[in-house]
């Protein structure tokens, strides 16, 4: 057997005829550019995140930098992050001008501690950024409560969490000031190309991150704002609204393959050789990834590789770390479980059309390497 990482093909085949007519209404229409779609897929997520305003972008990456932008955040100020995660957190923290300051993680959840982060905060810092990596919510109560002390923004980076809930049945992205959403084709909810969304209550920000994606303008050839480029297509729009609407079924489906690896795994005694994601009771966890720890991580990896199962790394290198961070001063050592983390991390395919062949395909493969 062959076990894909992950397999769209599957999802598209379900929707493919629906989002045909959807993609053909957007071709009838001729309008490309901010227009019905965008406006719908905006409503429907700020609804489904309990938000009044969702502004919908071209990327994840560029959600987050419009969140950075639309608190006028740049040079001088500082903005609190975490080093776990995909480079693009901390790299729009840098390119708003203002400098990432990273705080280690906690160990099971993979997010932001934040009673490191508590430490670190200046005079400059103006915002936290906590992501909800892998599909579960950061803690975010200490972090709202930091952030009120301390008048702080909160701009959560839900790229990986659409649909997550928090302990009080929060949901991601609307918890704290700002959210940020990509729909990059393989998270949750993924487009057939680039996209993200930035969610606020605020309406005010709401009116600036409007502007600010379209060139910093709300009335035509009129730019009070410097702006960009920022805009989510129609055509992207029509194919989310249609994806949307399974989201809660797809998100359903990974929860259960974590449940079935988290029995089969266990079944075996591997919990003891591997360590298992959490699977909480309260929360909301929407599995973006299934990651498991293992010192033998190297290994492991060669032997699912023989057995042709699909699996990776997320992160190999700690952003703290990456050579284009080098300017901020930060050395190995500084932040010791975050770069644990990197060296034992495993994500292994989690997808909701995963069936349970493949499930236990990939546990049997994981029994077989620790029996040898
Ligand atoms: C995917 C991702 C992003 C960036 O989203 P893009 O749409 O690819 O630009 C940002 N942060 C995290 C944690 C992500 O996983």
Known sequence: MRVPFFDLKAQYAAVRDEIGRAITEVYDSQQFILGPQ??????????????????????????????????????????????????????????????PVFVDIDPTRFTIDPWLAADRITERTRAILPVHLFGRCAEMESIRTLAVQHRLAVIEDAAQAIGAEDEYGRRAGGIGLLGCFSFYPTKNLGG??????VVTSDPSLASTLTALRNHGS???????????????????????TIKFQYLDRWTEQRINNA?????????????RRIQLPDIPKKERHVFNQYVVRTPEREALSHFLESREIGHDVYYPVPLHLQPCFEYLGYKEGD?????????EALALPIYPDLTSSMLEYVVDAVKAFYGQ
């Open 335 to 343: 932040m010791p479980i975050s770069e644990q983390a990197a060296k």
């Open 38 to 99: 965008v406006r719908r897929i905006e409503q429907e997520i700020a609804r489904y995140c309990g938000v009044s305003h969702a502004v919908g972008v071209s990327s994840g990456t560029d959600a987050l930098l419009l969140a950075l932008m639309a608190l006028d955040i740049g040079p001088g100020d500082e903005v609190i992050t975490t080093p776990y995660t995909f480079i693009a957190t901390a790299g729009s923290i840098a390119r708003s001008g203002a400098r």
């Open 192 to 197: 057939f190309g680039d996209g993200g969304m």
């Open 259 to 271: 449940k079935q690896y988290d029995a089969l795994f266990r079944n075996e005694g591997l919990e």
């Open 218 to 240: 709300s009335t035509k050839y009129l730019h009070t704002l410097l702006g960009g480029n920022f805009r989510l297509d129609e055509l992207q729009a029509a194919i989310l």
